[in-house]
Structures are given as C-alpha cells and as structure tokens.
C-alpha cells in the first residue's frame, strides 16, 4: 500500500489550491479515504471522509470551503481547498480508512502555506 | 463531538522503562480507539487498533487496554526507535476525534 500526496505550496489567503492523493497496492475503490491535517507544531486534526460510494463528511473549521472527492479511475483522492485562510496552514495528510474504525495507512504528507 | 483528553503531554522515561500513555474519553465510544505513533518528520503509523489489537508489524512490547472509558497504551520496554509523538483516536461517531498528542523522550 502507498499513498502519495501532492499539489501542496504557498497560496494567499483566499485563494485555492487543490491537493491530490495518488493510491497504489490496494483496491482504491473498495475503501473510505480521509485527509487530516497537522498545524506547524500541533496535533492531528481531522478534515474531511469519502466512502467508496462517494459519501462525504467534514470538519466543521472547513465545511463549505473543502471538497473531499475521489476518481477511482485514476486511484485518486482530492481534497479542494477554498477560501483559504492562515489557519489552513498545516501538512495535510490523506489516510486509508478500516470499516470506519481506524486509519491504516497514511501518506507523507504534502504542506500547504497560506500567507500573503 | 467526542473529547479525548490525552495524558501526559510530555513523558521523560529511560531505556528498558515500562511507559504507559492514556487517553479519556468523554463518552462511551466502545472499543473504537486506535493508538498511532508518529517520529520526528514522519506521518503517523497504526499501533494499536480495536483497543487492544496489535497492528501488523508492530513490536510484541507494545500493547492496549481498556477500562471503561479510559484507554491505555503501554510500552513493556521503551527502545530507542520508540522515540516520537504518539495520539489516540476514537472513530465512533463523526467527526472523528485525535487525542492532544504525547511526546515520548529519552531520560
């Protein structure tokens, strides 16, 4: 299983950026995928979850500015950021979902700086 | 949304030492707590799954309990590589909630 994230950098506040989860090893299509991100210095925040029929839930910090989606063609995860504010910054992380009960792989991370 | 009050923050234990991390959680949340460990520039790895069930490939001196709403993990004999930030997570109802963290140094 590998999970590589990308489309990460340096974006003004306001602005938008989307990141991309590519997945390989596994049946993508068959599991629930979340982002979560991590602040410069500070925990483990939870962003937002796809099931493999493409339902979705957010964090309240980023409902209606986030879209979580997925392209199993691809073996892709996104993650749409809007509206972005310096609060977003964080390295967001995209992890494999087990039957809703824990995360078992995680990728690298990919970092998002939102300043102006 | 569900609280997870991690303790402690910080922990300063020796080599060989027993070390053990909690993790409390405001409501009933079952057995739908996870622990991960996370090292220094790294993301983080599953340990601990299902409250007590090991992860593949993690060491057999690392381990899970429970009683009632507190969760524990303990390591039976803290190793160099054990050496990083580890959380708790409860997924049993939306949105998923991460314990504060706890960072593990050498004494």
């Known amino acids: 299983v590998q999970l590589v994230e990308s489309g990460g950098g340096l974006v003004q506040p306001g602005k938008s950026l989307k990141l991309s989860c590519s997945a390989s090893?596994?049946?993508?299509?068959?599991?629930?995928m979340h982002w979560i991100r991590q602040a410069p210095g500070k925990g483990l925040d939870w962003v937002a979850y796809i099931s493999s029929s493409s339902g979705t839930v957010y964090a309240d910090a980023v409902k209606g500015r986030f879209t979580i989606s997925r392209d199993n063609a691809k073996n892709t995860l996104y993650l749409q950021l809007n509206s972005l504010k310096s609060e977003d910054t964080a390295i967001y992380y995209c992890?494999?979902?087990?039957?809703?009960?824990?995360?078992?792989?995680w990728g690298q991370g990919v970092m998002v700086t939102v300043s102006s | 949304d569900i609280q997870m009050t991690q303790s402690p923050a910080s922990l300063s234990a020796s080599l060989e030492e027993i070390v053990t991390i909690t993790c409390q959680a405001s409501q009933d949340i079952g057995n739908w707590l996870s622990w991960y460990q996370q090292k220094p520039g790294k993301s983080p790895q599953l340990l601990i799954y299902?409250?007590?069930s090991l992860a593949d490939g993690v060491p057999s001196r690392f381990s899970g309990s429970r009683s009632g709403t507190q969760y524990s993990l303990k390591i039976s004999r803290l190793q160099v590589e054990d050496i990083g930030i580890y959380y708790c997570?409860?997924?049993?109802?939306?949105?998923?909630?991460f314990g504060g963290g706890t960072k593990l140094e050498l004494k």
């Open positions: 299902g409250a007590t």
């Open positions: 090893g596994f049946t993508f299509s068959s599991y629930g």
């Open positions: 997570l409860q997924a049993y109802s939306a949105p998923p909630t």
């Open positions: 992890a494999r979902d087990r039957m809703g009960y824990y995360f078992d792989y």
